[in-house]
T-cell receptor, first 115, second 115 residues
Framework: DAGVIQSPRHEVTEMGQEVTLRCKPISGHDYLFWYRQTMMRGLELLIYFNNNVPIDDSGMPEDRFSAKMPNASFSTLKIQPSEPRDSAVYFC?????????????FGPGTRLTVL | DQQVKQNSPSLSVQEGRISILNCDYTNSMFDYFLWYKKYPAEGPTFLISISSIKDKNEDGRFTVFLNKSAKHLSLHIVPSQPGDSAVYFCAAQSAGGTSYGKLTFGQGTILTVHP
């Protein structure tokens, strides 16, 4: 398996523009997570899905952020409009519920820079 | 509020010596703990975990200790190697209720192992 795939790897945009980050989870995994990494707060969970349904979006910072999972193999995280404080590395991760506790498998991340 | 805290942003150790990374948590519902390692430009990868029914788990050079009464865990790396230089994240999980599948991460500790 190729692991969790994220695109793009780097994104540079100007304030006010719409940004869309993409994720393909590991095949067969039924949980998908979106995280944001910053120096101050480390890895923050933004939202996660189970069987394509959003379970907890309490970490989404503002209404400017939205996430979708139209099918088991694809998810997007959208920021509209983007602001300089959104600059961070965004990770997608997936896991399965075969066991009660499961390690999450992370993608390589998207480094977002908003000018 | 940070439910999982890594109070040391960085740690520098000589090759061959022991590295000790610390993590504190506040939520008594957490019953499973994980350590992840992250290299630059890569996603975090799972390193080692421990259930709350244990106080120690060992895997090669890596040992995790859990002190439930103090709500504290630590990762020991012996002996430390230059290839261990990375960011280490502590994470916690609760199997119960609506938090199933969700990990709460700390801010991370940058470990540098000098040759």
């Amino acid at each position: 398996d190729a692991g969790v795939i994220q695109s793009p790897r780097h994104e540079v945009t100007e304030m006010g523009q719409e940004v869309t980050l993409r994720c393909k989870p590991i095949s067969g995994h039924d949980y998908l997570f979106w995280y944001r990494q910053t120096m101050m707060r480390g890895l923050e969970l933004l939202i996660y899905f189970n069987n394509n349904v959003p379970i907890d979006d309490s970490g989404m910072p503002e209404d400017r952020f939205s996430a979708k999972m139209p099918n088991a193999s694809f998810s997007t995280l959208k920021i509209q409009p983007s602001e300089p404080r959104d600059s961070a590395v965004y990770f997608c991760a997936s896991t399965t519920t075969r066991d009660a506790y499961n390690e999450q498998f992370f993608g390589p991340g998207t480094r977002l820079t908003v000018l | 509020d940070q439910q999982v805290k890594q109070n040391s942003p960085s740690l520098s150790v000589q090759e061959g010596r022991i590295s000790i990374l610390n993590c504190d948590y506040t939520n008594s519902m957490f019953d499973y703990f994980l350590w992840y390692k992250k290299y630059p430009a890569e996603g975090p990868t799972f390193l080692i975990s421990i259930s709350s029914i244990k106080d120690k788990n060992e895997d090669g050079r890596f040992t995790v200790f859990l002190n439930k009464s103090a709500k504290h865990l630590s990762l020991h790396i012996v002996p430390s190697q230059p290839g261990d230089s990375a960011v280490y994240f502590c994470a916690a999980q609760s199997a119960g209720g609506t938090s199933y599948g969700k990990l709460t991460f700390g801010q991370g500790t940058i470990l540098t192992v000098h040759p």
